[in-house]
């Protein structure tokens, strides 16, 4: 597809060269531009796919802290991992050379499409997007916004991307497991509203399958994620195990749940890790789990350099539109605890 400029978007949409940049600028309504003109303009620039970047010129005309990105965050349950991603932000920010303003976007997962004003009218220069659900990233594959987009924790044919690999974090998990000499495990997680969580449990059973050890549908409990949903769902496996089902070990989908189902091991009894051991997805904040009594063995979420990723990608894609999509995978590392290991202080 041939390079698409300003020139092509003046002359699609009928106006001077002067209007357009003006519009995309973000300076209509102070130069008083008309509300159709800017309709026309953000139309002709939707339909040629034209993407603005920061030239050296711009650069040099104003500072870069004059230029936005977006960061759209779902505040659900993952209103409490917000403080690590943006940790990562800030430090690379601070490592940057430019410092580019950042401006919080809340949006509710699956509802995405909502937004789509504030990216068609260039509220912003550049967007970061986490925590999108299936629905949303179907409606990003649809569209060709005017600036650069990076995901997080997605896969995506058209936007760059930071990513881990989910299927590993199911292995790493099984595998820890079973060398600490649990053979009972039992899968406490919440609803599938990305495919990678999906992912490392179905990974976790098919790694604990080729070692001989069958999980059956019902050896799941799918609960609220967080602390208060973990503690929850800790009493309904208790009831279930004074019922006759034979657990060791617990697989929890964030390091809130698992806090949560610790707890109400510990207030029925149990030891950990001598009666039930407890792994989970470390996507929280770190300390909590470190400092917690018994510390939780998690497999850590590298989230602070995969935000870092998302600023460098971001800054990558405000200067040049040729760099293509690239998607940067990162290793993710298991901690191992008290929770799943007796001899860890």
Not at 143 to 166: A, C, E, G, L, W
Not at 210 to 235: L, M, P, R, Y
Request: charged content about 25%; hydrophobic content about 40%.
């Amino acid at each position: 597809m041939a390079k698409v400029g300003i020139k092509e978007v003046a002359q699609e949409a009928g106006v001077s060269l002067s209007t357009v940049s003006i519009i995309i600028n973000g300076k209509a309504e102070e130069r008083k531009i008309s509300q159709q003109t800017q309709e026309k303009v953000w139309n002709a620039v939707e339909k040629l796919q034209f993407r603005s970047n920061i030239s050296a010129k711009n650069l040099k005309e104003g500072s870069s802290s004059d230029f936005v990105v977006a960061l759209f965050w779902s505040f659900d349950f993952r209103r409490t991992m917000a403080s690590r991603f943006l940790a990562g932000l800030q430090a690379q920010k601070l490592k940057s050379r430019e410092d580019f303003q950042i401006v919080i976007y809340p949006y509710k997962s699956g509802e995405l499409y909502k937004e789509k004003e504030a990216f068609i009218r260039k509220k912003f220069h550049a967007a970061i997007i986490a925590n999108t659900a299936r629905e949303d990233m179907e409606f990003l594959e649809t569209m060709n916004f005017p600036m650069p987009i990076v995901i997080y924790n997605r896969h995506s044919q058209k936007y760059s991307s930071t990513n881990i690999d989910d299927a590993r974090i199911g292995k790493i998990a099984a595998d820890h497991l079973y060398e600490r000499g649990f053979r009972k495990p039992f899968l406490i997680t919440a609803e599938y509203n990305f495919p990678g969580m999906s992912l490392r449990n179905i990974s976790f059973c098919n790694c604990m399958r080729d070692k001989g050890i069958q999980i059956k549908e019902n050896d799941f409990i799918v609960g609220e994620n967080s602390s208060h949903g973990g503690a929850a769902c800790g009493e309904a496996l208790i009831a279930r195990m004074k019922e006759g089902t034979e657990v060791d070990c617990i697989f929890c989908a964030s390091d809130a749940l698992a806090r949560g189902t610790a707890y109400s091991f510990i207030k029925n009894g149990y030891r950990i890790p001598e009666d039930i051991g407890i792994l989970a997805i470390g996507n929280g904040d770190s300390e909590l789990s470190e400092f917690f009594i018994p510390s939780i063995s998690v497999i850590n979420i590298p989230m602070e350099q995969m935000s870092a990723m998302c600023y460098e990608l971001v800054e990558k894609g405000m200067y040049r539109q040729d760099i293509g999509v690239e998607h940067i995978f990162f290793d993710t590392e298991l901690i191992s605890r008290r929770s799943t290991d007796a001899t860890e202080s």
